[in-house]
T-cell receptor, first 112, second 112 residues
Framework: AQSVAQPEDQVKVAEGNPLTVKCTYSVSGNPYLFWYVQYPNRGLQFLLKYITGDNLVKGSYGFEAEFNKSQTSFHLKKPSALVSDSALYFCAVRPNTDKLIFGTGTRLQVFP | DTGVSQNPRHKITKRGQNVTFRCDPISEHNRLYWYRQTLGQGPEFLTYFQNEAQLEKSRLLSDRFSAERPKGSFSTLEIQRTEQGDSAMYLC??????????FGEGSWLTVV
């Protein structure tokens, strides 16, 4: 079955420190990969995507993600976290269909 | 760019009543999606339109659910004879290429 795993329900990091939010996937073929962020009681905001090419993709608000095909991972990273980055982050994959499969989300808490 | 617009943002209804949600996609986006998100979970795919054609429906979309996109522009999602288990946030999204999918703010449904 096709699936996305976000192994950490919550990630806590101090402001100014680097952050990583993990994502692994299990789909056939060469899927497209995405990260979205969700603030309380809001919809999802697109952060970045990987389609093909360079394994390191840069996105909005200083976030980047590294695609690793051998490990089937697509971890989200940011060199220096801000308190305002605190939110719920979702990894998603698009297999060879037109729908996204989401992980269960990781709550990022950045403390001052 | 006005983004994906969803109405109403919140709806409280009694069990057994019918509800309808409307989605206005980003202008000229030919792809439109509906997802459902419950607390603590990632969004789950419900259905997908390309222009006015409904191309895919999830098994989650029971007979009580119907979605339309009559002129390939806005879409409606109707839930008949609502049940408490229908309480969720219903997210609409649109795309012009299927690569980047933009979500609206969501419509919260509470069935009492």
């Amino acid at each position: 079955a096709q699936s996305v795993a976000q192994p950490e329900d919550q990630v806590k990091v101090a402001e100014g420190n680097p952050l990583t939010v993990k994502c692994t996937y299990s789909v056939s073929g060469n899927p497209y990969l995405f990260w979205y962020v969700q603030y309380p009681n809001r919809g999802l905001q697109f952060l970045l995507k990987y389609i093909t090419g360079d394994n390191l993709v840069k996105g909005s608000y200083g976030f980047e993600a590294e695609f690793n095909k051998s490990q089937t991972s697509f971890h989200l990273k940011k060199p220096s976290a801000l308190v305002s980055d605190s939110a719920l982050y979702f990894c998603a994959v698009r297999p060879n269909t037109d729908k996204l499969i989401f992980g269960t989300g990781t709550r990022l808490q950045v403390f001052p | 760019d006005t983004g994906v617009s969803q109405n109403p943002r919140h709806k409280i209804t009694k069990r057994g009543q019918n509800v309808t949600f409307r989605c206005d996609p980003i202008s000229e986006h030919n792809r439109l999606y509906w997802y459902r998100q419950t607390l603590g979970q990632g969004p789950e795919f419900l259905t997908y339109f390309q222009n006015e054609a409904q191309l895919e429906k999830s098994r989650l979309l029971s007979d009580r659910f119907s979605a339309e996109r009559p002129k390939g522009s806005f879409s409606t999602l109707e839930i008949q004879r609502t049940e408490q288990g229908d309480s969720a946030m219903y997210l609409c999204a649109s795309s012009n290429d299927g690569h980047t999918i933009y979500f609206g703010e969501g419509s919260w449904l509470t069935v009492v």
